[in-house]
Structures are given as C-alpha cells and as structure tokens.
Nanobody
Framework: QVQLVESGGGSVQPGGSLRLACVVSKSGVIHEIKDMGWHRQAPGKQRELVAEIQRDLSTNYADFVKGRFTISRDAAANTVYLEMSDLKPEDTAMYYC???????????????WGQGTQVTVSS
C-alpha cells in the first residue's frame, strides 16, 4: 500500500520559516508519480490548495503564498518539499501532502494523501 508521510511541521513565530517534506513509500508498486502537492486546512475552514508541482517541474501556487513558499520535488527520492518563509499567523493549519500515483498493485491511478503535519505560527 502506498503511503505518504509528512514531516517538518512545528511552531514558529511570525516571520519565521519551516521546511515540510513528504516521502512516498512502497516504491516497488509505483509505476509513476504524476502531480504532487500540498494542501492545508485550518480549524473550521475547508481544505485549500497551497502549491502543486507537475512531473515536468512546472508549479502552481495559491495567491496567498506566492513569493513566500516554494514547492520542489526530488524524483529519485519520491519526495516533495515545501519551503515556507515569512510565515504569518493565518498560515496556521494542518498541512497535507498529496500525490497522483499510478501503481502496479492495485493497477490504476488515483490520488493519495498523507496524514498531515501541523504548522502553528504564533508570537
């Protein structure tokens, strides 16, 4: 079973930085990892897209993180990163990694999600 495991969350002061990482495990059953991305969900709010990155490394960012966050991926390590800087209290949320993956077992393509990592920005 493919699993996505996030790390790197924590508590920081406004203006601080964090780097999130998400590793896709069970590489033996994976044919291809297509899009990868990060979403976030704050208490009482809907989950929203933060950033996404395609196989060709083209990226897309939500307006509220442009210029502050950078998404990248390491294809060899099946890992996607989110570098976050100039963090604001409104960035406080659970951050979830997701990936569109084609597997041999089971055969097919679907979206997979991680369990989330908490980011808290507070003075």
């Amino acid at each position: 079973q493919v699993q996505l495991v996030e790390s790197g969350g924590g508590s920081v002061q406004p203006g601080g930085s964090l780097r999130l990482a998400c590793v896709v495990s069970k590489s033996g059953v994976i044919h291809e990892i297509k899009d990868m991305g990060w979403h976030r969900q704050a208490p009482g709010k809907q989950r929203e897209l933060v950033a996404e990155i395609q196989r060709d490394l083209s990226t897309n960012y939500a307006d509220f993180v442009k210029g502050r966050f950078t998404i990248s991926r390491d294809a060899a390590a099946n890992t996607v990163y989110l570098e976050m800087s100039d963090l604001k209290p409104e960035d406080t949320a659970m951050y979830y990694c997701n990936a569109l993956i084609t597997t041999y077992v089971p055969l097919g393509t679907r979206a997979y999600w991680g369990q989330g990592t908490q980011v808290t920005v507070s003075s």
